[in-house]
């Protein structure tokens, strides 16, 4: 994937890219950087967040946007869109062909281009749920 965007595939961006790419977390450059620090020697948490920030200006990552001040990494670049718990912070993904179909708003101000669009829920995952004893049927 690197090639195809012109991006040489060093070793540090492919052990990064694997990572993310194994994962549904959905990360922030600290996770990654914990992960993948026994399998680069030295490498520092900067070189981890250039090489995300590298994969994002080619594409090849994106960043979910969620209310956390800390950004997340998901490799998925296909439209989806997440669920995040506002308690843990948990970010999921929604995979959902309706909402797939929006259509982006007609009245486009200042002359802005819409290229794509993500959904971000939030709420409470299972997990928290339990947690706080409150589930059952909706
Ligand atoms: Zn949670
Ligand atoms: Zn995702």
Partial sequence: MCREHGLALTIQRRTILEEL??????????????????????????????????????????????????????????????ATCLHCGLVMDVHDQDLNKLKFPVHIVNGFEFVDYSINFTGLCTHCRTARGNVGPR
């Fill in 21 to 82: 790419a194994a994962r549904t977390d959905h990360p922030t450059a600290d996770q990654i950087y914990e992960a993948i620090k026994d399998l680069l020697k030295g490498v520092s948490k900067t070189t981890v967040y250039r090489v995300l920030e590298t994969f994002v200006s080619f594409g090849i990552v994106r960043k979910v946007s969620n209310p956390e001040a800390k950004a997340r990494f998901d490799a998925d670049t296909s439209r989806h869109h997440h």
